[in-house]
């Protein structure tokens, strides 16, 4: 009898699991993306893991590379020359990319290095935020001395994180299904860095002061690390093996031998340049002539923005697949590039300008998120990919970050006195220096995306008119089945 009972719980706990282990696969394949993409269901689940890694370590980004951290320098009392090199730190991991990607060439542990990279980048950041509480300001030398020590220990590590995450793309998924793919993951990682921006900037709103900053980056920093540990059981495909020892200096000459790759430089070089020297500034813009809370930033940029991706990010995907990158760099980065201009219309008293650069953000800006990404890893071949993808990486860190954001603040220094001298007005108010930055970057960028992205060849990528063509019969169609429905119900 005592064994029939014995037997019958036991019996009834494995029914039970079987139950509950089904049901979480019914669950599992019911929450799972990319369910109408032809692939296998392990790259599936893969691709899956890649998003929810990215998902979860997105705000930190957001939070890094906005008006937190920029917030953060802000209140350390730096010159605006200081505040751009302090700004530009944490985004010149590419100027370390070449020494990532010879060692991946080298030893071909890609995950390895990827977690170790991703590890140390994240978590160099918490001593950034802590410094300040615990020296005195007295010593604030010191304490700025040792936030750009770590901070170039934040760079390195995100040097190996980024080269070898593009790289394990490349290989991991197939190439007729890149443009969905990374724009569903944009949309995930999106709405989810929107949500933990909002968080955010409400804790540094209601904390204030370094207490706030320490608290909201140690936070996010520990979905950073989540973000890592998703990528443990993620598939690894075998890198292409170099079949004879090449040396760093002969994988840099290849790379710029290549004229297609090198005219993709040239044009990228010239349009990061453009974006940078006054992207740090538009936080501070917003934090100290505008006078806004850190929520109302998140809410008019990010928000705004988000939104809208989340909602076209999609067919900025399929269009991709359909007609080429080229194309769609093209259209997006006409309308980015004038961005800048808009800037000037946005007063303490009336800041709708920056709600309608947002929507603009919003709508086309991702798309050169995904262009510029997969015309990297699709310009450059197999063999020594990771050298091609971090030649890339370094151009926007020297060109992009090191140069444009101290040449930024520099710039900001020395019209700082020559705007106030010449009382010149505009809008009711003086012009001030963010203006004439603003009115600089929309000039380069507009060089850059109307002369130098011509010479770069993509195969089989259709032109710019075409997908416009293609959007206004689309729209055209859509208005005819709206007018079409409505004299029906008459």
């Given amino acids: 009898m005592e064994q029939f009972v ?4 036991f019996g009834g706990i494995e029914v039970m699991g079987t139950k509950l282990k089904h049901k979480i696969l019914l669950l599992r394949q019911k929450i799972l993306l ?13 691709l899956n893991r890649v998003v929810l890694g990215v998902s979860l370590g997105f705000v930190f980004f957001v939070c890094l590379n906005g008006a937190p951290f920029a917030g953060f320098i802000r209140h350390l009392g730096v010159s605006e020359f200081m505040y751009g090199i302090l700004m530009g730190l944490p985004v010149m991991s590419g100027l370390f990319q070449m ?4 060692v991946l060439e080298k030893t071909g542990a890609r995950k390895k290095l990827f977690m170790i990279g991703g590890v140390l980048q994240r978590l160099s950041i918490i001593p950034v935020v802590v410094l300040p509480l615990i020296i005195p300001e007295e010593l604030k030398g010191l304490t700025i001395g040792l936030i750009v020590f770590f901070l170039l220990i934040s760079a390195v590590g995100s040097a190996f994180n980024g080269v070898t995450f593009i790289s394990w793309m490349a290989a991991l998924v197939p190439l007729k299904i890149r443009g969905r793919f990374f724009s569903q993951r944009q949309m995930v990682f999106t709405f989810t860095g929107m949500i933990g921006g909002l968080l955010a900037s409400y804790a540094l709103d209601l904390i204030g002061g370094f207490a706030g900053f320490a608290l909201v980056f140690s936070i996010v920093t520990i979905f950073a690390l989540l973000d890592i540990a998703c990528f443990i059981r993620v598939k690894d495909p075998p890198m292409v093996k170099v079949p004879y020892r090449v040396s760093m200096r ?7 031998r290549h004229p297609n790759f090198r005219r993709y430089l040239i044009f990228w070089a010239v349009w990061v340049f453009g974006v940078n020297i006054s992207g740090p500034f538009f936080s501070a813009y ?5 006078k806004m809370s850190y929520l109302e930033i998140t809410i008019y940029t990010q928000m705004v923005s988000n939104i809208l991706t989340i909602f076209v990010i999609r067919k900025w995907g399929n269009l991709i697949d359909t007609f080429g990158n080229k194309p769609v760099l ?11 201009i808009f800037w000037l219309f946005a007063t303490p008293e009336n800041y709708i300008a920056i709600l309608f650069i947002h929507v603009l953000t919003g709508l086309f800006w991702n798309g050169i998120d995904l262009t510029s990404n997969n015309l990297v890893m699709g310009l450059s071949p197999d063999e020594n990919r990771s050298f091609y993808i971090a030649s890339a990486s370094v151009v926007t860190s020297l060109v992009g970050s090191i140069i444009a954001y101290a040449l930024g603040g520099l710039f900001m ?7 106030a001298d010449l009382n010149i007005m505009f809008l009711g108010r003086p012009l001030n220096n963010y203006h004439l930055l603003f009115t600089l970057s929309t000039v380069i960028r507009l060089i850059a995306i109307t002369f130098l992205i011509s ?23 859509h208005t005819r089945n709206i007018r079409a429905r409505r004299n029906f119900r008459l």
Avoid at 413 to 419: A, I, Q, S
């Fill in 6 to 9: 014995c037997a019958l719980i």
């Fill in 34 to 46: 990319f369910k109408n993409l032809a692939i296998t269901d392990d790259l599936r689940l893969d």
């Fill in 99 to 102: 020494i990532a990607a010879y």
């Fill in 250 to 256: 002969k994988m840099s000459n290849e790379v710029l």
């Fill in 286 to 290: 917003m934090l100290d002539y505008l």
């Fill in 330 to 340: 093209r259209i997006c980065g006409t309308v980015a590039a004038v961005l800048p």
């Fill in 413 to 419: 220094e020395v019209t700082g006195k020559l705007t």
């Fill in 455 to 477: 010479p770069v060849n993509e195969e089989e990528s259709a032109k710019a008119s075409e997908i416009l063509h293609h959007s206004i019969r689309a729209v055209g169609n």
